[in-house]
């Protein structure tokens, strides 16, 4: 089979690229050529011509002709240079397989652009036409065909070269030209290429921003096709997404300083602390140089794949600026043999390749004795060195894009030579395009390469994170929005001629979403769960018996409700006693019962708050206490009474009757009792949820209608037990064994300091302590009157029951009244 495959591999690099024009071909008759304008050696088969900016190099405007621009050398890139050497690898590997394409051997041309597109345009003619001078509409070499040529690089030469190729369907398979426009099969019907499209790029890179949570950021990109291309798809793709752009700017490659003071103006002045950058690393080196100078740092930098791997990050003058900085780079994968090839090269064994010298002197940092100067400082290059002591890391990106772009050319022709006749397209070169269109296959490396309908391969993509160290200097994912999150229960309102990433939050009942613009209301007895996606039942929270609180506090009220009833049965076995006698006997079975019923109306403060519950329990509370306090109140004043009555010709013999301590009892009582009367007949309490005071929660309680009236009742159980206080405290030093004035003292003292240090207490608890705390100040004043007036009595009793056995038993026929007692 005599045909020409002509691979047109354009390696342009991200510096500026290269100083003279170099032709690379396989010496297949020990011919070297490496000129201006050289063809390979021509030879029965399949050729491959490549297009290769192999060094970086700068347009020279005054050294040109009238036809290619010529370039001086700025320095050799040595990433690219890989890339061409993978291309020899792929084609000197497939041709050692004689089972892959029989009968055919795979040769190539390796044309360099320059990054010049005249020169892009020039060499796609110069390849169609296979010979030293562009010939229109000729072939010179008709014994080898053209089957295909990869390249360029750079989207705006790709875009030339397959305007040219398109109009006689010569496939074309790019490594690097990444423009979304190169997927219309309409004006570009024989493109492909083997790096996903800045279409996918855009959608992953808004993808990124909406995964951290950043809706400010802002754009920066290059003047040129890729970059303006580029940002207006990811400036759609994030406003789409929900986030805005706080600025854009351009990277003007026409200035030298690219415009940089301006831009680190933006930057610096811009609330954003994400941008996003599309820009090759040279032209975005200026920028950041300029916002060292000034100082910009605490930026997050999302790189495109164009300077996402590149050397410019780990420059340690820059990292105060770029650490952190996340990037999509193009997706590496493996090329078995391929470093162990690299390493082995040897400017003596690969004579035909006139890139390898200049190799040489880039990768060991000298100069071959016939280009080495007097003066020079670098030392001579011998040709003996060794690529293994090299640190040079081989890097399978771009690398592997070239690789895979010969192996698809490779398979189309394995396809073609398999097809049976009848069954394939008639006619070069649209025989070889039909089989390119469906190629699909896997490398001996696994990776899987074909082609969709536009021509893009599967988008895969590496997103690198550079950082300082192995654990990073970042602790977390740092913030970059225009206005805080609303939280939940608040809804965001917009600002008028902002974006919309910027608002006020403004509060509202309850809402569903984070940063909700229309809030769904829950239901008062729901609430919105951690996903903020649906209502959940809300906590229900009141001082129920099933609690360890409230099980143990109505323990307590039980328990304690029986020492009255004990007490009071001791009173009645020893009613005849001088100490029960002396104590008014009635008034302190009275005062016995209602502390009975003081330490059972605290049960009435647990349960469920039902309407009954809640009506009763405050008033019955409020009653007892009363009838307690006004039975404290009236021993203390028949105790003043009964000592000032003892004095000669005192008026207050006739009130020494127990209708006195009656009397005082029914008066208090009954003021009370109004007041109870008046609070439950105009603001009565009833049950209610609180669904305020506790985010999630249902506090079940007792509204008390009015709270003017519930102090008003505490307040003149107060006013009782001041009262009572006074006059016991002025009583304490009357004279008799069996004056209770000092008991009556300090049981006013206690009952006041709790109820005292209860308000404040009440007012600060919420839900069920708040009900809490009034019951524990309830048994604790009980507490305080049967500890102190009743106790040290029940003692006594005791005490003189002893007394009274051991004096029997002595046979004294004395009273026991003359003996003397134990001070209260």
């Not at 890989?82 to 020899?88: C, D, K, P, V």
């Not at 608040?490 to 600002?495: D, I, Q, S, T, Y």
């Not at 007490?567 to 008034?587: G, W």
Request: glycine share 6%; with cysteine.
């Amino acid at each position: 089979v005599n045909s020409l495959i002509v691979f047109f591999i354009s390696l342009s690099f991200k510096e500026k690229l290269i100083p003279s024009l170099f032709y690379i071909s396989p010496r297949f008759k020990g011919e070297l050529i490496s000129s201006l304008f050289s063809i390979s050696p021509r030879f029965k088969g399949k050729l491959i011509s490549s297009l290769f900016s192999i060094s970086p190099k700068i347009m020279n405007a005054i050294l040109c002709d009238v036809f290619l621009p010529l370039c001086s050398l700025s320095r050799f890139g040595l990433d690219y240079y890989q890339s061409m050497r993978a291309l020899l690898f792929a084609v000197e590997e497939i041709n050692a397989n004689p089972r892959f394409l029989p009968n055919i051997t795979l040769g190539f041309q390796i044309f360099d652009t320059c990054t010049a597109v005249r020169r892009a345009a020039q060499g796609t003619l110069w390849m169609l036409s296979g010979g030293q001078e562009i010939t229109s509409n000729y072939n010179c070499f008709p014994e080898s065909h053209l089957a295909g040529i990869i390249g360029d690089s750079a989207s705006v030469r790709a875009i030339i070269m397959a305007q040219i190729l398109g109009l006689s369907r010569y496939p074309q398979i790019s490594y690097l030209a990444t423009s979304p426009i190169l997927s219309n099969r309409d004006l570009f019907p024989s493109f492909f290429r083997t790096i996903p499209s800045d279409e996918f790029q855009a959608i992953g890179l808004a993808q990124l921003v909406s995964h951290f949570g950043w809706t400010w950021v802002g754009l920066l990109a290059v003047d040129t096709d890729y970059g303006q291309f580029g940002i207006q798809l990811v400036k759609q793709e994030i406003v789409k997404a929900g986030a805005c752009v706080a600025f854009s700017e351009d990277i003007v490659t026409g200035k030298p300083n690219r415009n940089a003071p301006h831009i680190a103006q933006v930057i610096k002045a811009s609330t954003a602390k994400v941008v996003i950058v599309i820009s090759a690393d040279y032209d975005l080196l200026i920028v950041q140089e300029e916002l060292l100078t000034q100082n910009v740092t605490g930026r997050i930098w999302i790189a495109s794949e164009a300077w996402a791997t590149s050397t410019l990050l780990s420059d340690k003058k820059l990292q105060a600026i770029l650490v952190g900085t996340i990037g999509f780079a193009i997706h590496g994968g493996l090329i078995s043999g391929f470093p162990e090839y690299f390493k082995s090269l040897s400017p003596f064994d690969h004579l035909y390749d006139a890139f390898i010298r200049e190799f040489w002197e880039q990768a060991f940092s000298c100069k071959w004795l016939d280009d080495l100067a007097d003066n020079t400082t670098f030392r001579g290059c011998t040709g003996n060195e060794k690529m293994e002591s090299l640190k040079m890391k081989i890097d399978i990106r771009i690398t592997l894009n070239v690789y895979s772009a010969v192996y698809a050319f490779a398979w189309a022709l394995k396809n073609l030579i398999d097809c049976k006749p009848g069954t394939g397209p008639d006619g070069p070169p649209c025989f070889l395009l039909h089989y390119i269109k469906n190629v699909h296959f896997e490398t001996k490396d696994k990776n899987v390469i074909f082609f969709d309908a536009k021509g893009n391969p599967p988008a895969i993509y590496d997103i690198v994170n550079w950082r300082l160290s192995a654990t990073g200097a970042m602790e977390q994912v740092p913030l970059s929005k225009c206005s805080r999150s609303c939280p939940v229960g608040f809804m965001k309102v917009a600002l008028p001629g902002k974006p919309s990433c910027c608002y006020d939050c403004t509060v509202i009942t309850f809402c569903s979403p984070l940063d909700a613009v229309v809030c769904h209301q829950c239901s008062p007895e729901t609430w919105p769960n951690l996903q903020q996606d649906q209502c959940i039942p809300r906590v229900i929270d009141f001082l129920a018996y099933e609690d360890l609180l409230g099980l143990s506090m109505a323990t307590m009220s039980v328990s304690s409700s029986a020492v009255p009833l004990g007490i009071l049965s001791i009173f009645i076995v020893y009613q005849t006693t001088p100490i029960v006698r002396a104590n008014n006997y009635s008034l302190s079975c009275l005062l016995l019962l209602s502390l009975f019923l003081c330490f059972l109306c605290s049960l009435g403060f647990i349960g469920y708050p039902q309407p009954e519950k809640c009506l009763l329990r405050q008033v019955a509370f409020g009653m007892v206490f009363a009838l307690c306090i006004s039975c404290v109140l009236a021993k203390t004043i028949t105790v003043v009474i009964a000592f000032n009555a003892t004095k000669p010709g005192s008026r207050l013999r006739k009130w020494t009757g127990v209708k006195v301590s009656k009397s005082v009892v029914m008066f208090c009582t009954c003021i009370q009792f109004s007041i109870c009367v008046l609070w439950v007949s105009f603001s009565p309490p009833f049950p209610e949820q609180d669904t305020k005071t506790q985010p999630g929660v249902i506090i079940y309680s007792c509204n008390e209608g009015s709270p003017f009236a519930f102090w008003i009742m505490l307040g003149y159980l107060g006013l009782l037990a001041s009262i009572s206080f006074i006059v016991a405290f002025l009583a304490r030093r009357l004279p008799d064994s069996f004056n209770e004035a000092k008991l009556i003292t300090f049981s006013m003292l206690a009952f006041l300091s709790v109820w005292v240090s209860f308000i404040p207490a009440y007012l600060s608890a919420r839900g069920m302590y708040t009900v809490a705390m009034e019951v524990f100040a309830i048994l604790s004043s009980s507490w305080a009157v049967v500890g102190c007036i009743f106790v040290p009595k029940c003692f006594i009793v005791f005490q003189w029951q002893s007394l009274a056995n051991i004096m029997g038993r002595a046979s004294r026929g004395e009273s026991l009244a003359h003996y003397p007692t134990t001070p209260c």
